[in-house]
């Protein structure tokens, strides 16, 4: 299954012998170019980057580096082999074999699947537009173009599926998904948390240590899907979003290291002199946290849904790991914990399994990143500083679902506007925090060298060295 690069458009899925789906991909390419141009990575046209490309999707062969300008990147149509004797896994048809067709009745339901997901792909690399002006390091600006242009390949991927599989619809499905802009109150990306700014590159591995791993559980149910096409891309993708929640996870550990560095150095906690120094204090890192875990967390949608129980009864869309569970994969009758609002507290109830499925998927992804803050806890606490890095309460600043309706606080209490209204500077990101941070980023460009808030990572991109020249500036 290796990938066809003499194309114009490198795929593995034989596009020269379907004419019609190539010639409407290769009109939807220049738009897709004009669309990178106008909303990619600011001022990088000309700049070599360092990055890899998918050479082929089995375990070793996908990863290809070399020096690249992003407007050159090969962005094709990749999806993982397919399994011949793959079934539907899960819901109402259990045990068919899965489709490599669109159910008809399933169509605008699978179509709305995957424009949802898709939108997420350029809304990011919008959101992350400006962050190259700010770079900390070459090996930093290096990291951000390789989730940029990665980004960029998921949304031909959705495209992919879109053009291949809905006629019309999905064609102007496709031409839409250029059209949404990140953060326009016109037409804005559909999803909340890709409207949001990502001003600062604190903000940007928060983001994709949170967000991109909501990509992540996201792709994991989407590739149990019964429409093999969808599961296959999911999986390839996956392999991909794995860089990017590392880029996140060092990224924010580096700042971390960086931080208890210089309180080690003053021998202080004192949140003045440590901003004085020019790094992050742990309170402001603790409130981004919250910030990006919360707005996160509204992204799983609704805790009790009926829109999720169809997605599964109908085999569209499984669970994180569907596969590996040992239940009956159908979960009629089973019941599933979601949380309420009742009077001044939350308490759990028992929702059916089937409308709760976003409510496990979010449960699924909290164990994830609840882990991955323990990690970052481990450097504060080898740095021999007493303090400790949280997640915040699940239903914490929630804006959609039953949770918006109160004022959750990081703890999981429930309390008052005028509590909130008091002691919401301490929960979240305030202005002068942003502006802080806004302060410290300037722009790193030689090689080996990084910015005063951030620590150099352990080791370079492909056993380079730290100080490996990862972007050429011409
Ligand atoms: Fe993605
Ligand atoms: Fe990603």
């Given at each position: 299954m290796s990938i066809n690069y003499s194309e114009r458009i490198p795929n593995n899925?034989?596009?020269?012998?379907?004419k019609s789906l190539q010639r409407a991909l290769e009109h939807w390419q220049p738009e897709y170019l004009n669309w990178w141009g106008e909303m990619?990575?600011?001022?990088?046209?000309h700049m070599e980057i360092y990055l890899r490309t998918a050479v082929s999707v089995d375990a070793k062969g996908w990863a290809n580096f070399g020096y690249v300008k992003m407007p050159d990147y090969r962005w094709g149509i990749f999806l993982a082999?397919?399994?011949?004797?793959?079934?539907?896994?899960?819901?109402?048809?259990?045990?068919?074999?899965?489709?490599?067709?669109?159910p008809g009745e399933y169509r605008s339901t699978l179509r709305r699947l995957i424009v949802t997901q898709g939108d997420t792909e350029p809304a990011s690399v919008e959101q992350q537009r400006h962050l190259g002006l700010t770079c900390p390091s070459q090996y930093d600006l290096r990291n951000l173009f390789q989730v940029n242009v990665e980004e960029g390949r998921h949304l031909w991927a959705m495209v992919y599926l879109l053009h291949a599989y809905f006629g019309r619809d999905g064609r102007e499905e496709a031409e839409a998904l250029l059209e949404r802009r990140s953060?326009?109150?016109?037409?804005?990306?559909?999803?909340?948390a890709f409207n949001e700014?990502?001003?600062?590159w604190l903000a940007f591995f928060m983001f994709t240590f949170f967000t991109d791993r909501d990509g992540k559980y996201q792709l994991c149910s989407l590739a149990e899907s019964g429409f093999d096409p969808l599961a296959r891309t999911c999986r390839f993708m996956l392999t991909e979003e794995a860089h990017h929640m590392f880029v996140g996870e060092s990224g924010v550990g580096r700042v971390i290291q960086r931080t208890c560095d210089v309180m080690n150095q003053l021998k202080t906690d004192d949140v003045e002199r440590i901003r004085a120094a020019g790094v992050i204090d742990l309170p402001t890192i603790q409130r981004y946290l919250n910030f990006h875990f919360s707005v996160t967390m509204?992204?799983?949608?609704?805790?009790?849904?009926s829109n999720a129980a169809t997605f599964y009864t109908n085999g569209l869309k499984g669970r994180f790991d569907e596969t590996k569970r040992?239940?009956?994969?159908?979960?009629?009758?089973q019941t599933y914990p979601v949380l309420e609002i009742q009077g001044d507290k939350l308490a759990v109830v028992n929702a059916p399994a089937l409308n709760a499925l976003n409510e496990q998927l979010r449960d699924d992804y909290v164990k994830d990143a609840v882990a991955g803050i323990d990690r970052w806890n481990r450097i504060i606490e080898k740095a021999g500083v007493p303090a400790r890095l949280h997640a915040p309460?699940?239903?914490?600043?929630?804006?959609?679902?039953?949770?918006?309706a109160s004022k959750i606080d990081p703890d999981g209490h429930v309390v008052s506007e005028a509590d909130w209204t008091h002691r919401h500077r301490a929960w979240l990101p305030t202005e002068e925090d942003r502006a802080f941070v806004a302060s410290l980023m300037g722009r790193v460009t030689e090689p080996g060298r990084f910015a005063n808030w951030i620590a150099p990572p352990a080791r370079g991109i492909n056993n380079q060295p730290v100080e490996f020249e990862y972007v050429r500036f011409n």
């Amino acid at each position: 299954m290796s990938i066809n690069y003499s194309e114009r458009i490198p795929n593995n899925v034989d596009l020269a012998s379907n004419k019609s789906l190539q010639r409407a991909l290769e009109h939807w390419q220049p738009e897709y170019l004009n669309w990178w141009g106008e909303m990619g990575p600011e001022e990088s046209q000309h700049m070599e980057i360092y990055l890899r490309t998918a050479v082929s999707v089995d375990a070793k062969g996908w990863a290809n580096f070399g020096y690249v300008k992003m407007p050159d990147y090969r962005w094709g149509i990749f999806l993982a082999e397919r399994d011949p004797n793959r079934k539907v896994n899960f819901g109402a048809h259990k045990g068919e074999g899965a489709w490599q067709e669109v159910p008809g009745e399933y169509r605008s339901t699978l179509r709305r699947l995957i424009v949802t997901q898709g939108d997420t792909e350029p809304a990011s690399v919008e959101q992350q537009r400006h962050l190259g002006l700010t770079c900390p390091s070459q090996y930093d600006l290096r990291n951000l173009f390789q989730v940029n242009v990665e980004e960029g390949r998921h949304l031909w991927a959705m495209v992919y599926l879109l053009h291949a599989y809905f006629g019309r619809d999905g064609r102007e499905e496709a031409e839409a998904l250029l059209e949404r802009r990140s953060g326009d109150a016109n037409n804005p990306r559909i999803l909340g948390a890709f409207n949001e700014k990502t001003p600062d590159w604190l903000a940007f591995f928060m983001f994709t240590f949170f967000t991109d791993r909501d990509g992540k559980y996201q792709l994991c149910s989407l590739a149990e899907s019964g429409f093999d096409p969808l599961a296959r891309t999911c999986r390839f993708m996956l392999t991909e979003e794995a860089h990017h929640m590392f880029v996140g996870e060092s990224g924010v550990g580096r700042v971390i290291q960086r931080t208890c560095d210089v309180m080690n150095q003053l021998k202080t906690d004192d949140v003045e002199r440590i901003r004085a120094a020019g790094v992050i204090d742990l309170p402001t890192i603790q409130r981004y946290l919250n910030f990006h875990f919360s707005v996160t967390m509204d992204l799983f949608g609704s805790d009790v849904s009926s829109n999720a129980a169809t997605f599964y009864t109908n085999g569209l869309k499984g669970r994180f790991d569907e596969t590996k569970r040992s239940d009956d994969h159908v979960l009629a009758g089973q019941t599933y914990p979601v949380l309420e609002i009742q009077g001044d507290k939350l308490a759990v109830v028992n929702a059916p399994a089937l409308n709760a499925l976003n409510e496990q998927l979010r449960d699924d992804y909290v164990k994830d990143a609840v882990a991955g803050i323990d990690r970052w806890n481990r450097i504060i606490e080898k740095a021999g500083v007493p303090a400790r890095l949280h997640a915040p309460h699940k239903a914490f600043n929630r804006k959609i679902g039953p949770l918006s309706a109160s004022k959750i606080d990081p703890d999981g209490h429930v309390v008052s506007e005028a509590d909130w209204t008091h002691r919401h500077r301490a929960w979240l990101p305030t202005e002068e925090d942003r502006a802080f941070v806004a302060s410290l980023m300037g722009r790193v460009t030689e090689p080996g060298r990084f910015a005063n808030w951030i620590a150099p990572p352990a080791r370079g991109i492909n056993n380079q060295p730290v100080e490996f020249e990862y972007v050429r500036f011409n």
